[in-house]
């Protein structure tokens, strides 16, 4: 393949031209990408059972805190800084070098910080190894939605993206179910306090593996030879000053003995900057105009109410489970699973009634708003279950766990495929990035607020009414969105 020639990846639609047999090329790319968001999601979601864990022994770095629940939070919310500032420069980079590129980048970059994250002594070199993490997993998101997008028939777009993006609901089912039993696992070989290491070695392992299959997959069927040096080079330039960044601000916090909740906020505080700057240089070139727009900035802050409550019970669902019922960690963890697992349905369900609703001619908008409307009726139904003197029973907790998660999940594919469809092909990864930069403002203060929340009250009622809340709020934004429909062809 010569230069000249256009590849797949670089904008030939990877999916037959009409009267093509079948169009089994374009969901094998669903497949990988779906591996990649289960391997994903489960290196990220894990900490919080080894921090539940910590608490519930005592043991670990956070044994030695003051504030325990608000630093495991805190940790949390650290590595979604990472997470979040590498948003946009992964878009960008991926409309520059290749989407597929950053994607097996990823991939590769989360499963050696994730072995790392498992070897690592002390606080702060943990806090450093998870920080990378997040850096390195932070451009995945964009690149994915936009190979998606490009390669997908148009009619099959939105169930593309919710079958894939389901493999986000498997990993948080694995991540949050099986920590606890490979931390077992680890005090069967007698690694005792350290046992906690154990799933970061495993899961690292399982992520090379992916990494590996997708190279094969890019590789062999969709644009022939990878080219990873020059966008690692690029990525590592861009991560190493936010490294610099996140980690000074931990350690000067730590010296100077900040609150924890001061040190989240000087987080926000660098995530702002950093938003401010990307949409200070955007504003003077002609991609504003449709990287900006009236309609695309409202998804934008609305989306950040998403990832607020993913993060709110990815993070804190097993500890809130465990304290409300008293129960054991796997207990815990089991019911919170239902939550998670709850996006294995309803990622596909709801990409799939928005690709119906485009074809009936009615748009996926109303969709979008009554789902997030009745997501929020069910958050706070499961505070109100958790508020009362008495036990909730595990059995209706998970009821309510599972179906808000049916339409909390849902909802993400429907919101992704209106905001792909607001932009040009190829200012897909920025606006993806964008999309995700903005809205990880939920995922960074979620975890800490919420912990802050419970440490002060001695109840997490106060943070799910919150999260109930902020999700209400952005159906209201929703509303004033004016869709862009595609062109819809058959295959």
């Not at 495991?72 to 979604?80: A, E, H, N, T, V």
């Not at 495993?202 to 090379?208: G, P």
């Not at 697992?341 to 969709?367: E, T």
């Not at 040009?424 to 990035?433: C, V």
Request: charged content about 15%.
């Amino acid at each position: 393949m010569t230069g000249s020639e256009p590849t797949p990846e670089r904008g030939t639609p990877f999916f037959p031209e009409p009267g093509q047999r079948n169009g089994t090329r374009y969901r094998a790319l669903w497949t990988v990408l779906l591996l990649g968001w289960v391997v994903s999601y489960a290196d990220r979601t894990l900490t919080g059972p080894v921090v539940s864990w910590m608490l519930a022994n005592d043991v670990g770095f956070i044994a030695d805190a003051s504030d325990p629940r608000a630093l495991g939070g805190l940790i949390g919310s650290l590595f979604f800084t990472g997470y979040m500032l590498t948003q946009y420069p992964g878009g960008r980079l991926g409309d520059r070098f290749g989407h597929r590129e950053m994607i097996v980048l990823s991939l590769l970059w989360a499963a050696v910080m994730t072995a790392v994250s498992g070897i690592v002594v002390g606080l702060i070199a943990f806090v450093g190894a998870r920080v990378l993490t997040g850096l390195g997993e932070g451009v995945f998101y964009s690149n994915d939605r936009t190979l998606i997008l490009n390669h997908t028939p148009p009619k099959r777009r939105t169930l593309g993206l919710g079958v894939v993006i389901s493999g986000l609901s498997i990993g948080l089912t694995i991540g949050i179910v099986c920590t606890p039993l490979l931390i077992e696992w680890g005090e069967s070989l007698g690694m005792g306090g350290e046992s906690w290491r154990a799933p970061f070695l495993v899961f690292a392992a399982v992520s090379l593996v992916v990494a590996g299959l997708c190279w094969y997959f890019f590789h062999r069927h969709l644009g022939g030879k990878l080219r990873l040096g020059p966008p690692f080079l690029r990525l590592l330039a861009v991560s190493i000053p936010l490294l610099a960044a996140v980690l000074a601000l931990f350690i000067v916090a730590d010296e100077l003995r900040w609150p924890t909740w001061g040190t989240a906020v000087g987080s926000g505080v660098l995530a702002v900057l950093v938003i401010g700057i990307i949409v200070g240089r955007l504003r003077s070139t002609p991609e504003a105009a449709t990287l900006l727009s009236r309609d695309i900035v409202i998804i934008y802050i609305a989306y950040i109410a998403i990832l607020w409550n993913l993060w709110f019970f990815s993070f804190w669902s097993v500890e809130i489970v465990r304290e409300a019922t008293e129960s054991s960690l796997l207990a815990a963890a089991l019911t919170a699973a239902f939550n998670a697992g709850a996006g294995i349905l309803g990622f596909p369900a709801g990409g799939w009634l928005a690709d119906r609703a485009l074809r009936k001619g009615y748009g996926r908008k109303p969709l979008l708003v009554s789902f997030s409307a009745i997501y929020s009726l069910l958050v706070f139904t499961f505070a109100l279950s958790i508020s009362g003197d008495g036990e909730p029973s595990l059995f209706l907790l998970g009821l309510i766990l599972f179906c808000s998660g049916l339409f909390f999940n849902a909802l993400q594919p429907i919101a992704q495929g209106i905001t792909g469809d607001l932009v040009p092909d190829k200012q897909r990864g920025s606006a993806f990035g964008l999309l995700n930069l903005v809205s990880e403002i939920g995922a960074v203060a979620s975890p800490v607020v919420s912990g802050v929340l419970r440490d002060a009250t001695g109840s997490w009622a106060v943070g799910t009414w919150v999260a109930g809340g902020i999700m209400l709020a952005s159906a209201v934004m929703y509303l004033l969105v004016r869709e862009k429909r595609p062109v819809l062809t058959e295959e």
